[in-house]
């Protein structure tokens, strides 16, 4: 089993940033496979925010496209989210995971809570 740590969550005003990591125990299994980061803001249904490979192509959702910047680092075993220009809109829990090239999820972090006031 592969355990997923996310940190870096806060409560920020609108235009400000905030930067979250997530630490994969194995190695092997975050440099093969392709990580992305979920949001799921309350009421809503759980969205993908962003995907990295393991070459570093990555995909965003257009609602964070030119805002939001996926990235990792597979010597830590981390990927980052850097989230810039936030909105209101953009709270929500954010997670963590591990995905196939197929696109099956395969492990998933806790959480981390990113709160936007406006």
């Known amino acids: 089993q592969v355990q997923l740590v996310e940190s870096g969550g806060g409560l920020v005003q609108a235009g400000r940033s905030l930067r979250l990591s997530c630490a994969a125990g194995s190695g092997s299994i975050f440099s093969l496979n392709v990580m992305g980061w979920y949001r799921q803001a309350p009421g809503k249904q759980r969205e993908l925010v962003a995907t990295?490979?393991?070459?570093?192509?990555?995909t965003y959702a257009d609602s964070v496209k030119g805002r939001f910047t996926i990235s990792r680092d597979n010597t830590k075993n981390t990927v980052y989210l850097e989230m810039n220009s936030l909105k209101p809109e953009d709270t929500a829990v954010y997670y963590c995971?591990?995905?196939?090239?197929?696109?099956?999820?395969?492990?998933w972090g806790q959480g981390t809570q990113g709160t936007v006031s406006s």
């Open positions: 990295i490979t393991a070459t570093g192509t990555t």
């Open positions: 995971n591990v995905r196939t090239l197929n696109g099956l999820s395969l492990y």
